[in-house]
């Protein structure tokens, strides 16, 4: 029988977890990150290699667990799934996340932490390697980045120079250093590096005001940013069809002279091709009152003789252009080994979960004379695919339906990352969503106008074409991941020389 000694590992591991998740939005206590994760580096220091790999994988399940527990509201609430299976989906799903927790910090960082430079400066490049690593395998998940928990801290400043998981490694750096504290504070290593971020934390504040990018024109442009507050059982009712026909056009004539209409993701469920009708209707009605309209509406292609079909942002009026989502959402936009999936539960055969990924190389929206980068939902999410296509964007604009996720704190978070968008590239962003959080956010991350979540509303707000480029922009994660890499090695040259 284990001692209850044992146990204890786990359980601060526990409230470590529950801790890092206060410090991301809707809860923002954002100075406890560094020592929520030190409780972790900690819990990995004296451990053996079975301790560590089983601590590892326990932190990551109950981080992942606590954090993005909201998929249970798709897929139960929305997906129709049973309750006990959509929670038995739910653990899985937040399992296969820990799982990749293993490699960085149960491998890893066990053969390097027997010095002061593995297990401090180690485990910043580990943390970094491992969150960047999650925004592109098995096509990413790049949700609670550690760096999206100073969004509004002091230290956000730093955003548009390192980035978000630039700013990760100066977290999981400042967690290892305070654990270290009393093991290494003799060491001249970890002098050197706490002097270092302690300089870096001092300036960070001075840049949290500091204007990267600057107005490309005089003027602002009034936008006006639907939230129309369908249930999704309303939006995929084709009793509903006309009704919501009706209201968005019907929106669109009491808009007359705003110079930018957005509405959000799949304002219309109906297939673009398949409503000639309507489209023209939008366009001459946006067109005569000097409108630029942007929607929401999935198209279909023909594609060497096969029939697909993508979720896609659309112009009419005095806006132009056709983008269509690159960063698909598992099952719920493609559903992963169709072929054995298909039929077996209905949350496998969701509306529209038959979209195809768009092309790479696309042309941007313009509304009028500006040059719109478009993000549908999750692709938001991914650091370096929005600062790499920001760079020649006037505006940023996202539309989203994060009604799939109810009332839970899924919503807030999505929130939080598209302010660091804003944030990172110096650019006004704009996000259109079915309802909510309809907002407009300034290029300091600063959210200027917001509707209330689950009401019908029109958000009425000015924004600015920005020109420049950030740091970020400049020279993405490339420095940090070069950096991280080389750490890494180094440390496990010096272990091999010990």
């Not at 302690?198 to 006006?224: C, Q, R």
Request: proline content about 6%; aromatic content about 14%; charged content about 15%.
């Amino acid at each position: 029988m284990k001692r209850p000694t044992a146990f204890l590992p786990y359980l601060l591991l526990l409230l470590a977890a529950g801790a890092l998740i206060l410090s991301f939005a809707p809860f923002d206590i954002w100075f406890i990150a560094p020592f929520a994760l030190a409780i972790f580096h900690q819990s990995l220091l004296k451990a053996d290699l079975k301790q560590t790999l089983y601590r590892s994988f326990y932190f990551g399940l109950c981080f992942y667990l606590l954090g993005v527990h909201w998929v249970w509201v798709s897929i139960h609430v929305h997906g129709g799934t049973p309750a006990a299976l959509a929670t038995i989906m739910t653990l899985g799903f937040c399992a296969i996340l820990s799982f990749f927790l293993i490699l960085p910090f149960g491998l890893l960082f066990y053969f390097i932490k027997s010095t002061p430079v593995g297990r401090t400066l180690g485990f910043a490049a580990i943390w970094f390697l491992h969150e960047w690593t999650s925004t592109w395998i098995f096509t990413g998940f790049p949700w609670l980045l550690l760096g999206y928990s100073q969004t509004e801290s002091p230290f956000a400043g730093l955003a548009p120079i390192v980035g978000t998981l630039g700013l990760s490694f100066i977290l999981a750096l400042m967690a290892a250093l305070i654990s270290c504290a009393k093991e290494d504070i003799k060491q001249q290593s970890f002098q050197t590096l706490s002097i270092i971020l302690v300089v870096i934390l001092v300036f960070a504040p001075v840049f949290k005001d500091h204007e990267w990018t600057s107005k490309k024109e005089k003027d602002p442009y009034s936008v006006a940013i639907v939230q129309p507050n369908y249930t999704l059982e309303q939006k995929w009712d084709l009793a509903m069809l006309m009704p919501i026909r009706e209201f968005y056009q019907d929106n669109l004539k009491s808009l007359k002279g705003t110079d930018i209409i957005l509405w959000p993701e799949s304002a219309f469920t109906e297939i673009y091709q398949e409503a000639p009708d309507l489209i023209d209707a939008l366009q001459q009605t946006a067109e005569k009152q000097n409108n630029a309209l942007i929607f929401g509406m999935p198209t279909e292609w023909d594609k060497n003789g096969r029939t697909v079909y993508y979720n896609s942002i659309h112009g009419a009026g005095l806006a132009s252009g056709m983008y269509h989502k690159q960063k698909l959402v598992p099952f719920g936009e493609y559903v992963p080994f169709e072929e054995q999936l298909r039929g077996l539960i209905y949350f496998f055969d969701l509306p529209l979960s038959e979209f195809s990924k768009g092309p790479k190389e696309q042309v941007f929206l313009n509304a009028k004379q500006w040059r719109v980068a478009p993000y549908i939902c999750y692709e938001l999410v991914y650091p370096d695919f929005v600062s790499g296509s920001a760079s020649k964007a006037d505006l940023l604009l996202t539309v989203s339906n994060d009604t799939w996720f109810g009332k839970s704190i899924g919503p807030k978070q999505h929130m939080q990352m598209a302010q660091m968008r804003a944030l990172e590239t110096g650019r006004y962003l704009i996000r259109g969503t079915n309802d909510g959080i309809t907002a407009v956010v300034d290029p300091q991350g600063k959210i200027t106008d917001q509707l209330p979540q689950f009401e019908r509303g029109v958000l009425k707000s000015e924004v600015y074409a920005m020109k420049g480029l950030t740091p970020l922009m400049q020279y993405g994660t490339l420095p940090f991941l070069i950096l991280s890499g080389l750490i890494v090695l180094v440390g496990f040259k010096r272990r091999q020389a010990k």
